[in-house]
């Protein structure tokens, strides 16, 4: 849908010529499940970076990035979702930086692919036989072609 016309200034829904609201998002994969983040909440997009071990932290928490002067809290997707840790996550994993309440924290994720601009009439409620850890950062899901593309909730993914 190249067709994107304008954008409610409400929140980030967008309109396409025939009228129809869509939604865009950063989509990106932990563990071979595809997750998708609206597209206004990430920040930046970055390539493996060089982690700084915060003692004491949670296991979510894999430390801190420099990012253009900032200090950004890491977090492991695997770890937040109930998943194993990769051997090296430091070195083969990517960066989704979003904001949180007025700080930045940087999502390390197996993948990032790409945007995607989606109906929100396709848009459906968490399943609920999905796993209680996910289900707790879930908003709900999109069942594209040949996957499951689960709406990660910003606000509760740093509850921990």
Request: charged residues 20%.
């Amino acid at each position: 849908m190249s067709n994107l016309v304008a954008a409610n200034s409400k929140n980030d829904d967008l309109l396409t010529k025939e009228g129809t609201s869509v939604k865009q998002f950063v989509t990106m994969e932990v563990d071979k499940q595809l997750f998708g983040i609206p597209v206004l909440a990430v920040q930046d997009v970055l390539r493996p970076q060089r982690i700084t071990r915060i003692p004491l932290a949670t296991p979510e928490i894999m430390g801190s990035i420099n990012l253009r002067g900032r200090i950004v809290t890491v977090i492991s997707m695997r770890r937040r979702l109930g998943l194993p840790a990769l051997k090296n996550a430091a070195e083969d994993c990517m960066h989704v930086v979003v904001d949180h309440k007025e700080e930045q924290y940087s999502l390390v994720v197996d993948s990032v692919g790409e945007v995607l601009n989606l109906p929100l009439s396709d848009f459906e409620q968490t399943p609920p036989n999905l796993a209680e850890n996910w289900h707790n950062v879930s908003l709900g899901v999109y069942r594209l072609e040949n996957r499951l593309m689960v709406v990660l909730d910003i606000e509760n993914l740093f509850n921990f």
